[in-house]
């Protein structure tokens, strides 16, 4: 395990299998010579940012105890007091960030699937077996009542023939056929 020497104080937030390789959930290092320092932990670049030599840290350490900059730890803890503060407020405001951008993709998912639905519905194949290529009903075939035709016409409604001119029409089948009898009945 390296000694390392910190010209700035730091604390390391460690990950889920750091915790458990090292039973904390962070390491704190204040200005100063730490022996003993994890070989991964001392690897990470945010570590290794917050490293001087022996010599900086020498310099480092009188300063943090002088009049100017405070009275022993109090400006150190001062420091990170407000170093913490405002990765706090950088954090918040990431994750207000991130909150927002997720609520978003919640809506264009909705969206997209609402505007999936209407195109498969307008895409999807309709029931033809009631439309011939003439458009008229070819579901049922014609009846024929002497020289009059019962033809099925759009949404079941029936009309009656003769020839291919319309005699009537918009009947219910029972009158259609009626009306056909009717017809050959009076000649």
């Known amino acids: 395990m390296p ?9 390391v937030l460690l990950n889920d299998e750091e915790r458990t390789a090292h039973g904390a ?13 994890p070989a991964d932990i001392a690897e990470k670049p ?3 940012a917050h490293l001087g030599t022996d010599k900086d840290v020498r310099a480092a350490v009188p300063a943090a105890n ?6 022993g730890g109090e400006a150190a803890l001062a420091a990170m007091t407000a170093e913490r503060d405002e990765a706090l407020e950088r954090a918040e405001k990431a994750e207000a960030s ?6 978003a993709l919640s809506a264009e998912q909705a969206a997209h699937a609402e505007t999936q639905k209407l195109l ?4 999807a194949p309709k029931d033809q077996s009631d439309i011939s290529s003439s458009g008229e009903g070819a579901s049922e075939p014609d009846e024929t009542v002497g020289d009059y035709t019962v033809r099925r016409g759009y949404q ?3 009309k009656v023939l003769k ?4 005699l009537a029409e918009g009947l219910s089948k029972a009158d259609a056929e009626a009306k056909a009898a009717e017809m050959k009945a009076q000649g």
């Open 3 to 11: 000694t390392l020497f910190f010209r700035k104080a730091c604390t």
């Open 25 to 37: 959930d962070r390491f704190f290092f204040d200005i100063g010579r730490h022996d003993d320092v």
């Open 46 to 48: 945010y570590v290794q």
């Open 66 to 71: 002088s009049p100017t900059t405070g009275t």
């Open 98 to 103: 991130l909150m927002d951008a997720l609520n």
């Open 120 to 123: 498969e519905d307008a895409t």
């Open 156 to 158: 079941g409604t029936y």
């Open 163 to 166: 020839g291919e001119q319309v």
